[in-house]
Nanobody, 124 residues
Framework: QVQLVESGGGLVQAGDSLRLSCVTS????????LGWLRQAPGKGQEFVAS????????SYTESVKGRFTIYGDSAKATMYLQMDKLKPEDTATYYC?????????????????WGRGTLVAVSS
């Protein structure tokens, strides 16, 4: 079993930055990737970014490219999502997820483990 615990959400203004953290614990395998999905109010879950710690490969949804950066610290078993130039449309609950390394742009159906989520609200 894998546990994923997010932190770092909050209320910010447009143009501000936030850094989300996801601390992992439990048994993970080298055949897994970690990533972030988000769900805006009244909408479905959307892929944001993923990272394969074995290969270093990262993937992003188009709307966050150039603004968000996903990275990790293996020694701390922690993954981060640095979010810069935030926009009101980034408002959502952000979920840390684990998925098989056969995928890159994680869909909800791919997710093996979910965190509980952290809320990011961006005001205009």
């Amino acid at each position: 079993q894998v546990q994923l615990v997010e932190s770092g959400g909050g209320l910010v203004q447009a143009g501000d930055s936030l850094r989300l953290s996801c601390v992992t614990s439990g048994r993970t395998t080298s055949r897994s990737i970690l990533g972030w999905l988000r769900q805006a109010p009244g909408k479905g879950q959307e892929f944001v970014a993923s990272i394969n710690f074995s290969t270093g490969r990262t993937s992003y949804t188009e709307s966050v490219k150039g603004r968000f950066t996903i990275y990790g610290d293996s020694a701390k078993a922690t993954m981060y999502l640095q979010m810069d130039k935030l926009k009101p449309e980034d408002t959502a609950t952000y979920y840390c997820v684990a998925a098989p390394d056969s995928v890159t742009m994680i869909s909800p159906a791919d997710v093996q483990f979910w965190g509980r989520g952290t809320l990011v609200a961006v005001s205009s």
